[in-house]
Nanobody, 124 residues
Framework: QVQLVESGGGLVQPGGSLRLSCAAS????????IGWFRQAPGKEREGVSC????????YYADSVKGRFTISRDNARKMVYLQMNSLKPEDTAVYYC?????????????????WGKGTLVTVSS
């Protein structure tokens, strides 16, 4: 069955970097868009970034533009989120999720399958 497993979270100091990974199985990643989302304590889930199935389109929330980079390696069935210049407000559980082909609707969380998340804590 479709499975998404996030990894790479942890504790990092402000200004530091982390790379999150999303391992996909049970489906052909080549035909699917992947989005990254986060949910901070007491806040609603928000879309962070999304990459279309062909790499042609990428999207970023305004709060992470210029700091985060999404990428994918279909051969390894992996999607990554490189996070630089991390801030305390980036602290959240980060989830990857998938839907066919395009990122349309990702901002509203309209994805078909979700991982269980990985915790990122930015603190000194």
């Amino acid at each position: 069955q479709v499975q998404l497993v996030e990894s790479g979270g942890g504790l990092v100091q402000p200004g530091g970097s982390l790379r999150l990974s999303c391992a996909a199985s049970g489906f052909t990643l080549d035909y699917y868009a992947i989005g990254w989302f986060r949910q901070a304590p007491g806040k609603e889930r928000e879309g962070v970034s999304c990459i279309s199935s062909t790499d042609r389109y990428t999207y970023y929330a305004d709060s992470v533009k210029g700091r985060f980079t999404i990428s994918r390696d279909n051969a390894r069935k992996m999607v990554y989120l490189q996070m630089n210049s991390l801030k305390p407000e980036d602290t959240a559980v980060y989830y990857c999720a998938t839907k066919p082909r395009y990122c349309s609707g990702y901002g509203s969380g309209r994805m078909d399958y979700w991982g269980k998340g990985t915790l990122v804590t930015v603190s000194s």
